[in-house]
C-alpha cells in the first residue's frame, strides 16, 4: 500500500505538469481555433528565461519566477500579434505548420542561445522531505499539487470575475458576435496566448527540478497534446484531469506492465479513448449550421 500510495502522489504531481500544459493548448484553440504545437517549446523557454533569471542574475527564486512569466506573456503576446495572426482565416493545416515550425524555431535559438548543456534549478523546497505513515512525500511534487490548484482557482476567478476574463469567454465562443459587442478580439486573442505562454513557464519551472531542463524537455507537449484530446479539447477542466489521467498511468505502468510500456502509455490510452469517445471524455459535439 505504501507503494500503491506513492506511485499516487508522484503521479498526480506529473499529471499536474501535463495537465498545465494541456490547459495552453486549450485556451488557444477555444479563443482562436488554432492548435498550438510549440506549447512544449514555450514550456521549455519560460524554464531557461527563468533559469537566467534565477541562477544567472542571482535573483530571488520567487522574483525570478514572476518576472520569467511576465516576460513569456509579453512573449507570446508578440508571437500571436506578430506571426500568427497573419495567417488566420487560412486552412487548419497553414496553423498547424506555423506552429510547429515555431516549436522548431525555439529550439534552435535556446540551443543556440543556452547551449545543448542540461541545466538544475534549486527551489526553496529541494533539502525537505515528509514522511506519513511510510509514504515519502517530497515537498517538490507537494509544490507541484498545491501550485495547480491555486493557479486553477486563480483563472476561475479570472474567467468569472475580470473583463479580459469575459471578454475572453465571449470569444471563444462567438468571434464575430463578440466584436458586435464592442470588444477587441485581436486583443483578446493575444492575451490568450499571454496567458497561455504564462502558464507554461509555470509548468516548466515546476517541472525543472524533476526533469532538469535542457533544449528537449518541451517534447512534454506531445503527452500534453494527448491529455488534451483525451479530456476533450475544448475542456478546461478536461485538460488538467486528462493531464492526471496520463501522470497516473505513466508512474504505474512503469512499475507494473513490462519495461518500456511508460513511453508509449499516454498514445495508447489516446487511441482507446478516441475509439469510444471521440470528443474526449469531457468534451462535448459540436454542430455547426452552414
Sequence with gaps: MDMFFQLVI?????????GLVALGFVLIYKAGEVVNFAQGELMMLGAFVAFTLIVDFNLNYWLGLALAVLAMAAFGWLLDSVVVRRIIGQPQFSTVMLTIGLGVMMRSGVSIVWGPETRSLSTPFDQ?????SGVMISPIYLSILITT???CAILALF???????????????????AY?????????????WALSAGVATIAGVLLAPISLIDVNMGAIGLKAFAAAVIGGFGSITGALLGGVLIGLIELFSAVYLPE??????AYVVLLA??????????????????
Design 10 to 18: 508522484n503521479g498526480l504531481a506529473v499529471g499536474c505538469i501535463y
Design 128 to 132: 525537505m522531505v515528509f514522511q506519513v
Design 149 to 151: 490548484v491555486v493557479l
Design 159 to 177: 474567467f468569472r470575475f475580470t473583463r479580459i476574463g469575459l471578454a475572453m469567454q465571449a470569444a471563444s465562443q462567438n468571434q464575430l458576435a
Design 180 to 192: 458586435c459587442l464592442g470588444i477587441r478580439v485581436k486583443r483578446v486573442l493575444s492575451s490568450v
Design 260 to 265: 518500456g510500456f511508460k513511453n508509449v502509455a
Design 273 to 290: 479513448v478516441l475509439v469510444v469517445r471521440p470528443q474526449g471524455l469531457f468534451g462535448t459535439v459540436g454542430r455547426k449550421k452552414v
